[in-house]
């Protein structure tokens, strides 16, 4: 069972390049996210979707989009890389909405992004 | 701004002692769940909890929800390196009218020294 997949593993970008990270889960959750991870700063919601063609803002929102044409994919796009967006970047997904505790969240094992 | 503070930010102590790891808020929470996260995983649940008070204990590992469900702490009893990882906290809390009402802690990075 490979859960939650996220790829490349690392990538290095120049400022004004765009990309996609890759998400993608076998676990038939509907819920799923993106976060990104920054020292002493836990983790911080970018996007998330409750379900295929539904997506909504997180709490850092500026400077990606996503979009979930199937319950499996979540992609997310940076469309110019700026040296702000060097993080490292995990897609989890969850059965209901995370919080609850019967449906908590499942972690990729991330993408270390550096724009420079 | 940070909903919830961890504390201590980094923790390293030797094979056998005791520690904890506190996680504040000034805002109440519905749940709070903590995670463990090793070198270039994603981060793993430990357990969650959901009534102010509760005390749950998974093997060497005690979690405690404060009375007011706003607070946190996770105890280990005699640290292994294995315990070595970054520790985060994150609370369920429906205080506003967007989508995003879970948030996590900004971690604890304990390492064990055998």
């Known amino acids: 069972n490979a859960g939650v997949t996220q790829t490349p593993k690392f990538r290095i970008l120049k400022i004004g390049q765009s990309m996609t990270l890759q998400c993608a889960q076998d676990m038939n959750h509907n819920y799923m996210y993106w976060y990104r991870q920054d020292p002493g700063m836990g983790l911080k919601l970018i996007y998330y979707?409750?379900?295929?063609?539904?997506?909504d803002k997180g709490e850092v929102p500026n400077g990606y989009n996503v979009s979930r044409s199937t319950t499996e994919d979540f992609p997310l796009r940076l469309e110019l890389a700026a040296p702000s967006q060097t993080s490292v970047y995990f897609c989890a997904s969850s059965y209901g909405r995370t919080g609850n505790g019967n449906s908590p969240l499942h972690f990729g094992n991330g993408t270390r992004l550096t724009v420079t | 701004t940070q909903l919830l503070e961890q504390s201590p930010q980094f923790l390293s102590i030797q094979e056998g002692e005791n520690l904890t790891v506190y996680c504040n808020s000034s805002?109440?929470?519905?749940?709070l769940q903590w995670y463990r996260q090793e070198p270039g995983e994603g981060p793993v649940l430990l357990v969650t909890v959901v009534t102010g008070g509760e005390v749950k204990k998974l093997k060497r590992l005690t979690f405690q929800f404060g009375d007011a469900r706003k607070d946190s702490s996770l105890h280990i009893t005699a640290a292994q390196p294995g315990d070595t990882g970054l520790y985060l906290c994150?609370?369920?809390?429906?205080?506003?009218?967007?989508?995003?009402?879970?948030?996590f802690g900004t971690g604890t990075s304990l390492t064990v020294i055998p």
């Open positions: 805002s109440v929470f519905s749940s």
């Open positions: 994150a609370g369920f809390s429906p205080i506003t009218n967007t989508g995003n009402q879970f948030y």
């Open positions: 979707s409750v379900g295929a063609g539904i997506t």
